[in-house]
């Protein structure tokens, strides 16, 4: 047995076993046919393949028809939700305090986050006029420039905004990821009108105050109200579906849990730490928080994919004795 071989077979475990023993001579054989000669690994596009053809198989070998539903569902949710906090953070990014309040500025902007925020309106405009491939590569891009503001700031010395504010995006972008290319106008241009809600927001809220900022006082109530507004609108969502037979979107909440936990992280790691919600927690209790939310909420899926896997198993039921 080769090496490719064998690292095909490891790819294979995706699969559920049943899959493997029908099938699984017969992709590993289709694969090694394609594959250009003396390569050892397999080629990261059928890596990929695979892994995603294995996923679906367990989910159809689960019963639970609604998981893929779900999750573009979530990701509708999720790119909605970012874009529009992009529009609201892009207006506070050009309202730098004056010279002489010494605060840090980046030119005409707050600081380095424009770039990003920039890139999630990009984002939200590729929804609407090139869906597919096009837009799932706009939301990475605006996913990376958001993870990069960090390392950027860190190397020149800049402002940029606080983590409470970045992760949040972050992970509401890698659930965007998961959505499909829309056909219908009126999904596609979605983001696009939440982008532009989110900048009529700004600038409200800009005319009444000038201390809006990225300060945990004026910048987390946002964050908070978001949460609470995205698990509310999902929820009854998913009530909504249920009461008809459709589950995706209590599959759609447990995917977009831990992005709200992020939204909610201030009042949560106020919580964990005994600090009154008007005062922001300590930097231990906001990382402990933020530890927390990203390992517990992805978590919950794969429990909740098992838990309805042995659910659906036919069970057995009693044997009698039929001698007498």
Known sequence: MSDLERR??????????????????????????????GRRWPAPADAADLLRGGLRQRVRAAGVIHLVP?????????????????????????????????EPSVGPFVS?????????LFAAAAQALTPGRWRRHAVALAVLLTVALVPAAALTDLPRPPLFVLLPQVGLGLVALGASGERQVSLR???LVAAVAGLAFGVSW????????YRALTAEPVLRDTAVAVLAVVGLLAVGLALRGDHRGGWAVLVLLTPVGLLALHPL???????????????TALAATAVVVGLVGPA????????????????????????R
Do not use: K
Not at 74 to 99: I, K
């Open 8 to 37: 095909y077979l490891w790819l294979l475990l995706a699969y559920p076993a049943e899959y493997r023993r029908s099938r699984g001579a017969e992709i590993v054989g289709t694969y090694l046919d394609l594959a250009t000669p």
């Open 70 to 102: 779900g999750v573009r569902l979530a990701a509708v949710v999720a790119l909605f939700t970012a874009t529009m906090l992009a529009g609201m953070w892009t207006v506070l990014e050009l309202r730098p305090a004056p010279p002489g309040f010494g």
């Open 112 to 120: 380095l986050g424009i770039v990003a925020w920039v890139g999630w």
């Open 189 to 191: 241009v979605t983001p």
């Open 206 to 213: 800009s005319l009444d105050s000038f201390a809006w900022s």
């Open 269 to 283: 790691a106020g919580a964990a730490d005994g600090v009154p919600s008007a005062f922001a927690p300590n930097w």
């Open 300 to 323: 919950l899926l794969p429990v909740a994919l098992a838990v309805r896997a042995r659910l659906a198993r036919p069970s057995a039921g009693p044997t009698w004795n039929t001698h």
